[in-house]
């Protein structure tokens, strides 16, 4: 038996052709830094236009509880703090810095060495680490690290933890996005420095266990990071079916722990704490080399050349059309996998900590939308259990109250509904509506 | 036989104790209700469009009579005659209410801000919203796919195919609002009819800095704020590079119709351009 969440789920085409590597994508000579990254308050700009900045310094303030500090990915002098047109088309406060020749060949040089230090297992041994779990969460916030899965959760807030003390912390390494594979050359290339990392995570949530979970379609990561947890106490690497949305955080808890999240309930109410891979490198980048979080690895993958389906290394700020790739012919540009991902309208814009990948499909046909046939494949994959169809219809005539009462709140909107729908129905998209109407 | 006089008895019993237990508990819980409630009811249209704030013609009605005046309450359907009547079934009289109407605070046509994004999903706009842009390069405009022509239950709106944009009939709006809970972007304002039907209002809803804007739209408003200094009842404030004519100071005179280089303000009257170039 292998383990998955019980209900729902769905098997879309993996598509996970990217090469495993991880290249590294040269430092821009311009970066445009959003100050809201992460879900919350957008952080309080520190840097004034003229400014010189290093490479790491904070030019964002988390202002507000739930918000993250954002540093300088590159070195130079900051241009303008303004507004700009943000990939999903919308404006949002920036901060633009320029570097001039001479930082950036200094830039690029210490990135190089520090990245050389990194692979060097040797270097940044943190199991003997003497931090505080209060110390570890204030390092966190320092570092400005957010949930990198996806939905930029600011990290500090989920590991402060309330009256429920967590006893697991499931380090989330599923990918179960179809074509992203940005989790999974992390795990292969970087094994040890996740595993120092969610050690690190579970001593800051408080939790004894900490099981990292991957899926098993994924099977030299699982590998690797077996190699890697190996020497440690309480770490347990478990593989989890291959099946969409297995990364979910409920889906998650249900299927390694077998415990489930109420209706409009936290996670953390069950005593786990889940965080993405990523972020637990993140982690380990903060406390064992004290360097915030200003690169990522992202995926840019699609119906580009296959020599092109790559993992970059690339610094936040970083204009998402300066990864090389070919744009195919009637190019839809996702930033994210394609079914939870957002649609791209404007490629000049720069990589954020959230963005997992660069998606560019070339689109089709338009699906013509048939009836409700009434088949009920929406409600067998839901993962939560939930009448995508009714909440749809809500959705569409405006019956918000009935909507809340049959929980879209609970919705995590992954999808599933739409891609199992044989009439092809925009299910989720009126969903969305109801969940955001009947609030 | 018997069979046939058992089951008339017995349903006939059935039947009177069905009747005596409803006849005694509508007795037991009977409500009184004020007759006036349902008089003030035929007065209403009876649309239930919720554009006085309650759930419908009947909650609007019972709160007239709950508080035994018509102070604070207004069916926009109804108008100033309507409620003069509905006060006199309470033996008041309802104050003077200036009457309002829904503007459009945009004028992105197809011309002015032409499409430069396919957009393949469902022809709504609050799904276009929630998934992305829209087919233009503005982040504030109409998303053009008529949810509010959908909801107005006067037929006040409609869809312009040449503009793209939707149309409001002022004669028959009656400022219920729906439109404007329903836009996803609160682009439909409720602004007073004016005096002689004249108003003047900005057709522009972008907070874009003046350069980005007028690049994906040529009817945008920059923020150049030459309308508030224009003019002269001071009712026009620019803030976020967007100008906004309050309403309640502005006097529809025009000038500020007159200065606008992108032509984002508009009105309900027509200002003759040569006699102010003279």
Known sequence: MRLTFKKGGIHPAENKTASTRIEMQPLPMTVCVPLSQHIGAPAEPTARRGDKVERGQLIGRAAGTVSANVHAPISGTVASVDNAVLADGRPGRVVIIKADEESHAADTAAREEYWKKVADSSFGDTSNDPHTPEELRDMILGAGISGMGGATFPTHVKLKTGAVKPDIMIINGCECEPYLMCDDALMRNYALRVVQGSQLLARAAGAEKTIIAIEDNKPEAIDAMRKAAAAFDGMEVVAVKTKYPQGGEKQLIAAVTGRYVASGALPISTGVVVDNVATAFAVWQAVATSTPLIERVITVTGDIPAPERKNYLTATGTPLSELPFTLPENAKAILGGPMMGRCAVNLDAPVTKGTSGLLLKSTGAKRTVYPCIRCGACVDVCPMGLEPYLLATYGRLHRWDDARQADVADCLECGSCSYACPSNRPILDFIRIAKKRSR | MFTFLLTVALLGMLGLIGSLILYFTSKRFHVDEDPRIDEICSLLPGANCGGCGFKGCRDFATRCVKQENVDGLFCPVSGQDGMSAIAAVLGVKAKAHARKVAVL????????????????????????????????????????????????????????????????????????????????RHLIELRPAGKNDRRVWVACSSRDKGAVARKVCSASCIGCGKCSRECPCGAIEVKDNLAYINPALCSACGKCVEVCPTKAIHATFSINLNSAES
């Open chain 2, 105 to 184: 605070k945009c004028a992105g046509s197809c011309q002015a801000r032409p499409a430069i994004h396919e957009y393949m999903g469902v022809r709504s706009c609050a799904v276009m919203d929630s998934t992305g842009v829209g087919t233009t390069g503005c982040s504030f405009g109409c998303l053009g796919c008529g949810d509010c022509v959908a909801v107005c239950q006067f037929g006040a709106l409609s869809m312009n195919p040449e503009t793209g944009l939707p149309e409001i009939d002022s004669a028959k709006c009656t400022a219920c609002g729906a439109c404007v809970a329903e836009c996803p």
